[in-house]
């Protein structure tokens, strides 16, 4: 097995190529890994942080609980997409990248609608 091969399983080496702006393809031929390998490590990676769980918590009185947080200053935001089996089944990563911090404070997978995005 190649040098590069273990690489491949650093996430902060994976996130690093995100927030760098290379997509899932770029960086498994980069790393010479496979692409779910990259996908699966950025979803485990700790430096990614989803902002925006699809989860409401509710109180003791029936009303949802909100605690805003300032997560950065401002942030870019980019796309990248890829599919699973064929083009028809597209799946879209939209991240947020904090260029004061080179970190991406949000992400989110799944397919191109505006629910998904939200």
Same mark, same amino acid.
């Given at each position: ?12 080496? =994976? $996130? @690093? ?6 997509? =899932?393809?770029?960086? !498994?031929?980069?790393?010479? #890994?496979?692409?779910? #390998?990259? =996908?699966? #490590? ?22 949802? !609980?909100?605690?805003?947080?300032? $997560?950065?200053?401002? $942030?870019?935001? @980019? ?16 991240? !947020?990248? @904090?260029? $004061?911090?080179?970190?991406?404070? !949000? ?6 609608? @505006?629910? #998904?995005?939200?």
């Amino acid at each position: 097995m190649g040098q590069n091969r273990y690489k491949a399983c650093e996430t902060g080496t =994976i $996130a @690093d190529m995100s927030v760098n702006g290379s997509g =899932i393809r770029d960086t !498994a031929r980069v790393l010479k #890994t496979n692409k779910n #390998t990259v =996908i699966s #490590t950025l979803k485990k990676s700790s430096s990614i942080v989803q902002v925006n769980p699809n989860f409401q918590a509710l109180n003791p009185a029936g009303n949802l !609980a909100v605690r805003l947080k300032l $997560a950065c200053e401002e $942030a870019e935001m @980019d796309e990248q997409w890829s599919f699973v089996g064929n083009k028809s089944n597209q799946r879209w990563l939209w991240h !947020a990248v @904090d260029h $004061a911090t080179n970190t991406v404070p !949000a992400y989110v997978f799944g397919k191109r609608k @505006d629910e #998904t995005f939200k």
